[in-house]
């Protein structure tokens, strides 16, 4: 059965949230081809892990015989983390922008699982090659030739840190201009952010459907 590791990083309830109300759109695709499947959710946001702590990033250096109790006990939280990861058949993250970045639950979720010399850091790391969508929401326009552009720590970010040091085969669905219907002086801008998260529902639809059906020709 294939499995699938779904992550939320949105402090907003899923009637108050794009990504998460995108990433649902990718979920139903893929459960429509998988019922039987299996997904791991992890709502960072709503259950939020701990900050990555002395114990916890030194044990990565120790053997395991030689790691002290509290180390052991902080490993084993970042080895079960990254066991799902390395156990999913696809990952769907959802991303919003904070504060020009991405929310501090999942950054959190990341120093757990980058483990350097296991996930990171190797010529093949133990995740490489898992496809991922990530939903990367955001308030504003940030795409290329946008004032805005050089403020873009989301998409640029993830695309080293899940693509390059982790090896994931990422994809990004990125509705953009969230903020337009509630703040002041976007009114223009609605219509063009209704139609990027139409967009988006529409790409997050087609990358559940199109990942599930690659893994179920292959299996």
């Given at each position: 059965?294939?499995?699938?590791?779904?992550?939320?990083?949105?402090?907003?309830?899923?009637?108050?949230?794009?990504?998460?109300?995108?990433?649902?759109?990718?979920?139903?695709?893929?459960?429509?081809?998988?019922?039987?499947?299996?997904?791991?959710?992890?709502?960072?946001?709503?259950?939020?892990?701990?900050?990555?702590?002395?114990?916890?990033?030194?044990?990565?250096?120790?053997?395991?015989?030689?790691?002290?109790?509290?180390?052991?006990?902080?490993?084993?939280?970042?080895?079960?983390?990254?066991?799902?990861?390395?156990?999913?058949?696809?990952?769907?993250?959802?991303?919003?922008?904070?504060?020009?970045?991405?929310?501090?639950?999942?950054?959190?979720?990341?120093?757990?699982?980058?483990?350097?010399?296991?996930?990171?850091?190797?010529d093949s790391p133990s995740a490489a090659g898992t496809p991922t969508v990530v939903v990367a929401s955001r308030g504003g326009g940030y795409g290329p030739g946008t004032p805005r552009e050089s403020w873009?720590?989301?998409?640029?970010?993830?695309?080293?840190?899940?693509?390059?040091?982790?090896?994931?085969?990422?994809?990004?669905?990125?509705?953009?201009?969230?903020?337009?219907?509630?703040?002041?002086?976007?009114?223009?801008?609605?219509?063009?952010?209704?139609?990027?998260?139409?967009?988006?529902?529409?790409?997050?639809?087609?990358?559940?459907?199109?990942?599930?059906?690659?893994?179920?020709?292959?299996?």
């Amino acid at each position: 059965m294939a499995t699938l590791l779904h992550l939320d990083s949105s402090v907003f309830p899923q009637d108050g949230s794009v990504s998460r109300d995108v990433a649902a759109s990718f979920r139903r695709a893929w459960e429509a081809e998988h019922p039987d499947g299996t997904v791991v959710h992890r709502d960072l946001a709503a259950d939020p892990l701990p900050h990555l702590d002395l114990p916890g990033a030194s044990a990565a250096f120790v053997p395991a015989e030689s790691r002290t109790p509290e180390q052991a006990s902080a490993f084993a939280l970042r080895d079960r983390l990254a066991r799902e990861l390395e156990e999913a058949d696809a990952v769907l993250i959802g991303a919003p922008m904070y504060n020009w970045a991405v929310p501090s639950t999942l950054k959190a979720w990341l120093d757990h699982v980058i483990i350097n010399g296991r996930t990171a850091g190797v010529d093949s790391p133990s995740a490489a090659g898992t496809p991922t969508v990530v939903v990367a929401s955001r308030g504003g326009g940030y795409g290329p030739g946008t004032p805005r552009e050089s403020w873009e720590f989301v998409q640029s970010y993830l695309s080293k840190v899940l693509g390059e040091a982790m090896g994931l085969s990422v994809e990004f669905v990125v509705p953009e201009l969230t903020l337009a219907a509630r703040t002041p002086g976007m009114e223009s801008l609605i219509e063009l952010a209704e139609a990027s998260r139409a967009r988006a529902h529409e790409e997050a639809g087609a990358h559940g459907k199109t990942l599930a059906a690659k893994l179920a020709s292959a299996a």
